[in-house]
């Protein structure tokens, strides 16, 4: 059903959305859930309003099935951590785990398992929640959990163990890794991620038809922060690819990155909350 919506252009659809994700979630016997509604250019809602109406309807869904359910609007106009793609985004979440992800990724983290372990009893306070989640990750407990939880869905218990040790080795890596380079100096102040999606999935990381497989190991590593000032002519994407890059798309994938002349303050994700 989802490579149906993914072919005919219906993935922001507000019924189809929380249809999809509430039923799964009611069907896991839940009791709470933190629900994370993406704002923005690299959205499925790039509004506000688009957004909070989406909020609305899951909450109000979940709850109606005796969920108690907050929905935190998150902005979306840059990517989260450090990297895009299928087997990528599985290395970032690795190294997440082992207390060496991105601290983009780590906020976004925090702020919805605190949350969570308020409502769920198992915090009395949001700060005592994240000392819990440091102390679960630093320990190597939430490590352990998720190797578990892999070999639970048929991961063989060796490859597991080498999925949480040395994450590259499991996952699959693509044939090609092309430099983008930033055209001018300045601090990073938006990188097009809608630019990157489309490209990725001209080369195998999302559907255009029903019957096109998904290529793993396709995706971006942005090697800089927003915020960060750059130097024209220095590295700031890499794209990992199996085809040759076009020209035009190497030019595409260049424009992405805008800088700005002025140093740029980077806020909290968080943009509101719907309860």
Request: aromatic content about 4%; glycine content about 8%; some cysteine.
């Amino acid at each position: 059903m989802y490579a149906v919506r993914d072919v005919t252009n219906t993935i922001d659809s507000i019924p189809l959305i929380t249809a999809s994700i509430i039923s799964k979630k009611a069907a896991e016997g839940l009791g709470c859930l933190v629900l994370d509604v993406k704002c923005g250019k690299a959205a499925f809602m790039q509004t506000l309003d688009d957004a909070t109406a989406l909020a609305k309807s899951m909450v109000g869904a979940a709850n109606g099935l005796g969920i108690d359910t907050v929905a935190q609007i998150t902005q979306m106009d840059y990517p989260i951590g450090r990297y895009v793609g299928n087997s990528l985004e599985v290395l970032g979440s690795i190294l997440v785990l082992q207390g060496k992800g991105s601290k983009d990724t780590m906020e976004i983290v925090v702020l919805q398992c605190a949350e969570l372990m308020v409502r769920s009893g198992i915090a009395n306070s949001h700060k005592q929640a994240e000392s819990l989640i440091i102390e679960a990750i630093t320990s190597g407990k939430a490590l352990e959990k998720f190797k578990q939880m892999c070999i639970l869905q048929g991961v063989e218990q060796a490859t597991a163990k080498t999925l949480i040790d040395y994450p590259s080795a499991v996952l699959p890596s693509s044939n090609l890794i092309t430099d983008i380079i930033a055209s001018q100096s300045g601090y990073i102040s938006e990188i097009n991620s809608m630019v990157l999606a489309e490209i990725a999935r001209k080369h195998g990381a999302g559907r255009f038809t029903i019957e096109d497989e998904i290529i793993p190991d396709v995706g971006f590593e942005i090697v800089v922060e927003r915020g960060e000032y750059i130097s024209a002519g220095s590295i700031w994407l890499k794209f990992h690819h199996n085809q040759i890059l076009t020209d035009a798309e190497i030019a595409t994938l260049t424009s992405a990155l805008t800088t700005s002349a002025q140093e740029i303050v980077v806020h909290n994700r968080l943009i509101s909350v719907v309860e």
